[in-house]
């Protein structure tokens, strides 16, 4: 039956006016005489589309012993997500209907699922560099810490570098305001640790000052927080990691500021004149006030980050104009934005946003905080076209977390070929190669916490105070290397939560946040990761290869294909495989 992998070409998205050519196989016990696919388009421009159906004959082309095929190919002139089917025809005049079969194989019956056709604006191209290494995201406070910095915020300095983070008690607000004083110099202290993981893309977490210790809720777009470093010492980075081979992307967050911030400024801290103080504050329209001054729009109702208003000219001269935020940065040797909560983002902005980042040169890497299927992705009733050319290049890849995960844990293959195929399917290539494959983050459980299977317990306190037991913590290291080595091998580039690879635990923020345990890491963890590194730079044209999952009664089985060979990648509980043309270049608890 029909495959798209196999039977479509291209394989995944499309390009507007691109052919796509079908070949489809059909039992040919079931005597069909013709075949046709059937398109509707149900997002484009403008947004969702409720236009009338396309209906294409694929011509009878041959037959084997057990099968008909039939071949043909379209084109679409309107870009957008298409969703399509296919018909067969008896010679009464009948119809039998196919659609897709959970595993993305075609099934007959009625009123099945579709498959997506994702058609693109434009053949946009994203950076050859982003491709290929290793991305490591660092929490700027509690990555690694070198000297003193002065200490004016209102919360507390840890004295001692492996305390856990602080927590609120239950029912009670978190205030984010301890901090540990991960540093600038610190991280350049590690470059030649990142370096030695293969890693090619350090993604910070918020950089610029704040009274926070994650720095999400930003007081001054334009200044380095003094705890983290200073605009010298930042460029120092820059030029440090590339002489390594090592890039920078920053985190951008342009949803909310922080109300303890210079356009803001709740509490008196800056010497402007903020919105909250006064209505004739040059920032007062940049923000959404119901009733002046207390109540006013803010992100998830927190009113320590108020929503910014992304119509204001202010604030939109502030990050796109001449001197602002993307080109101050970008100046400065960035090469790379994180859009944080992109989807809370108006599509126009994000349009004029992905498009001054990429006026800084074709080498900036746009990527996006998207948690589902960023191709059919609807927030506040509208769909947003992140990959039809014009906006993003990338984004965070959680179903692809949540696909190494739960396979690792469950042993579910088909489930798990399953989610893979349908992000293999809607993403074009394009974003596919440079897609941020992720186990964990800043806003997730620390990987190896989730893959000891255990329940958390009940109580805030008690999952703060939680430590796996040597057993719990062998088994789910275990698993993390066969879910890490899955991650280095899909399409897309890994990303480590920093620490990950040290064997870090914690449950939800802020415990998934605590410093890096350098000293106290572990060793034998950090080889693998290194191992991992170097395959992914050994073999960095396989692993930009095809996709192709291999049918197999018990093993998940997977290769990656260009004309230089072929990665193997074989798993089985807590078993996992790495070939090379044959060759074995990694076995897992074997």
Not at 62 to 81: N, R
Not at 110 to 117: S, T, V
Not at 170 to 180: E, N, P, S, W
């Amino acid at each position: 039956m029909y495959n798209p992998l196999l039977n479509k070409k291209p394989y995944g998205a499309s390009v507007q006016n691109q052919e796509t050519r079908i070949t489809f196989p059909v039992d040919n016990s079931l005597q069909i005489k013709r075949v046709f696919v059937v398109l509707r388009q149900v997002f484009g421009e403008g947004g969702e589309v409720a236009g009338d159906c396309l209906r294409y004959e694929l011509p009878y082309s041959h037959s084997d012993e057990t099968q008909d095929f039939f071949v043909g190919a379209f084109s679409l002139s309107e870009w957008g997500i298409w969703y399509y089917r296919f018909e067969g025809e008896f010679a009464n005049g009948d119809l039998a209907f196919f659609g897709r079969g959970l595993d993305g194989i075609a099934v007959r019956g009625d009123w099945l699922p579709e498959w997506q056709l994702t058609v693109t604006k434009c053949d946009y191209k994203t950076p050859n560099w982003a491709k290929q290494g290793v991305t490591y995201q660092i929490f700027a406070d509690r990555f690694c810490k070198v000297g003193d910095k002065p200490f004016t915020k209102k919360g507390r300095l840890h004295g001692d570098w492996y305390e856990r983070p602080d927590i609120a008690e239950d029912g009670k607000d978190y205030r984010a305001d301890d901090f540990f004083g991960g540093n600038i110099n610190g991280i350049i202290s590690k470059l030649d640790y990142l370096q030695s993981l293969g890693v090619s893309l350090i993604y910070l977490s918020p950089i610029f000052e704040s009274c926070s210790n994650h720095r999400y809720d930003t007081g001054d777009y334009l200044k380095i927080d003094p705890l983290f470093g200073t605009e010298e010492e930042f460029s120092n980075l820059i030029e440090k990691a590339s002489e390594k081979g090592i890039k920078i992307m920053l985190d951008g967050v342009f949803n909310h500021t922080g109300s303890d911030s210079r356009y803001f400024n709740k509490y008196g801290t800056y010497d402007s004149i903020g919105a909250y103080q006064s209505k004739q504050s040059p920032y007062y329209d940049w923000y959404f006030f119901s009733q002046y001054p207390n109540k006013y729009a803010c992100w998830w109702g927190s009113t320590v980050v108020p929503t910014v208003n992304k119509s204001a000219k202010g604030f939109c001269d502030l990050i796109l104009g001449d001197g602002g935020v993307v080109d101050k940065w970008s100046k400065l040797g960035v090469k790379g934005w994180r859009l944080d909560v992109v989807d809370e983002l108006p599509i126009d902005f994000t349009d004029k946003l992905c498009a001054r980042i990429r006026s800084e040169g074709d080498d900036m890497l746009v990527v996006g905080e998207v948690w589902e299927d960023a191709s059919v992705k609807i927030a506040y009733s509208e769909w947003r076209p992140y990959f039809m050319g014009e906006q993003l290049d990338s984004v965070m890849n959680y179903p692809f977390k949540e696909a190494i995960l739960s396979y690792v844990l469950n042993g579910d293959k088909n489930a798990f070929i399953a989610d893979v195929t349908a992000v293999l399917e809607h993403y074009p290539k394009q974003s596919l190669d440079v897609l941020m494959n992720l186990v964990g983050s800043h806003d997730t459980a620390r990987a190896i916490t989730v893959l000891s299977g255990i329940k958390p317990p009940y109580s805030k306190k008690d999952r703060a105070d939680f430590t796996l037991s040597c057993e719990q913590y062998d088994l789910a290291k275990r698993r993390l290397k066969v879910a890490s080595a899955l991650q280095y091998t899909l399409p897309g580039v890994p990303c480590v939560f920093y620490g990950d690879e040290a064997g870090k635990q914690g449950f939800e923020d802020p415990l998934n946040r605590g410093t890096y345990p350098w000293g106290r890491e572990d060793t034998e963890l950090v080889e693998h990761y290194r191992a991992l590194g170097k395959i992914r730079e050994q073999y960095k044209d396989l692993l930009q290869g095809e996709t192709h999952f291999i049918p197999d009664a018990d093993k998940l089985v997977f290769e990656r294909v260009c004309t230089d060979g072929v990665l193997r990648v074989e798993s089985q509980g807590l078993w996992l495989s790495i070939s090379v043309n044959g060759k074995v270049v990694m076995s897992i608890n074997k």
